[in-house]
């Protein structure tokens, strides 16, 4: 699967967003190294805190079906002006599954995205050694 197809599948996805308050539609599909594809979009709730974004409902969908090793995220912003990439939480949130190495691809569309990877959007990782005991 290249990287425009997977972020194709991420804007697909960011058409399925329920965002009656922010009205900014994300879409996520997450490639797992086994192939599988995961896709995932934001789900906005009156009680903001209770909000899921697309990248944690694509991981959260991935994770409950036993995958746990991913190769690849793409983002969709399609309403936005410039490439949005992942929130702080977000950025956590993978690299809780994911090296530093994997590539992250975000953007509002194909001809205006990043390809950048975790390390770069998330540097200083710590506390992975807290796993691994």
């Given at each position: 699967m290249t990287y425009s197809e997977l972020f194709e599948k991420a804007l697909e996805a960011s058409k399925k967003s329920y965002s009656p308050y922010s009205?900014?539609?994300?879409?996520?599909?997450?490639?797992?190294?086994?192939?599988?594809?995961?896709?995932?979009?934001?789900?906005?709730?009156?009680?903001?805190?209770?909000?899921?974004?697309?990248?944690?409902t694509a991981i959260q969908k991935a994770v409950s079906e036993g995958e746990k090793e991913f190769a690849a995220i793409a983002i969709a912003t399609p309403k936005s002006d410039y490439p949005v990439?992942?929130?702080?939480?977000?950025?956590?949130?993978?690299?809780?599954?994911?090296?530093?190495?994997?590539?992250?691809?975000?953007?509002?569309?194909?001809?205006?995205?990043?390809?950048s990877d975790v390390e770069t959007l998330y540097p200083s990782d710590s506390l992975h050694e807290l796993g691994s005991s």
């Open positions: 009205h900014f539609p994300v879409g996520a599909a997450l490639l797992t190294e086994s192939g599988k594809i995961f896709c995932g979009c934001n789900v906005e709730n009156r009680s903001f805190g209770a909000t899921r974004c697309a990248e944690q990439g992942p929130c702080g939480i977000c950025r956590q949130i993978i690299s809780e599954f994911a090296d530093g190495k994997m590539p992250i691809i975000y953007g509002c569309s194909w001809e205006n995205h990043i390809e």
